[in-house]
């Protein structure tokens, strides 16, 4: 594993104790608390020997609807989910929740952080469904924070003008496959190359984080910026 310090700054300083992980999620619908969790994908990132974002590793799982959730037609063929197909070897909301938040936890302590933020495209939606699937299961070892996001879409329409995932890879120089897209591995994969690729890009622009830093306005008599 590439080592989790870069020539300046760790990364738990680079976003103020937060560790960026990338979130897609697939759904049967857009209602959080009754429509099904069908697909969750997390992509952890780290830092490169040069002190660059590059992903890491992906944790997903199939998870199967819970129980009197709802399935909208229209978004399982948005998505071609069979959710009750037998080769999907689909787990509880229980057992993937666990899944994916353990190793999260493990490279949130690694990494020296406070927390992990979930890094999406349109984060609010993955982050509904995974509150309330913590909801339903009763999990008490969420590593995310509760509500601050990043969002690829706004970061990719401020770089790039483009705000639609795809035309957003296109735009930054990664490869899309259409016939992949809408699968939580996919579509979680793309979106931390993007984030990675802004932030990496930003971080040339701006001379890094560490030289803003020295650039801080001084604080006034009572403390205060």
Known sequence: MPSPESPNLSLSQRFRGFLP???????AGFNAYT????????VTVTLDSAGRLVPE????????????ANLDP?????????????FRMAVTEREALERVFAPVRERVKQHGCTRAILVGHNPFFDLGFIKAAVERTGNR????????????ATLAGLAFGQTVLARAAAACGIEWDQTRAHSAV???????????AI?????ALSGGIASLAEAEPPQDAAGQS
Do not use: Q
């Not at 229209?74 to 959710?83: A, Q």
């Not at 070892?141 to 996001?149: L, M, Q, R, V, W």
């Open 21 to 27: 992980v990338v979130v897609d999620v697939e759904t």
């Open 35 to 42: 429509d099904a969790l069908l697909e969750i994908a997390a």
């Open 57 to 68: 590793a992906t944790f997903s799982c199939h998870v199967e609807p819970f129980a009197g």
């Open 74 to 86: 229209r978004s399982l063929e948005f998505t071609g989910i069979d959710p009750y197909h037998p």
């Open 141 to 152: 070892k969420n590593p995310f924070h509760s509500f601050t996001t990043f969002d690829t």
């Open 186 to 196: 996919y579509d979680a994969e793309r979106t931390a190359e993007l984030f990675c």
């Open 199 to 203: 932030v990496n890009r930003w971080d």
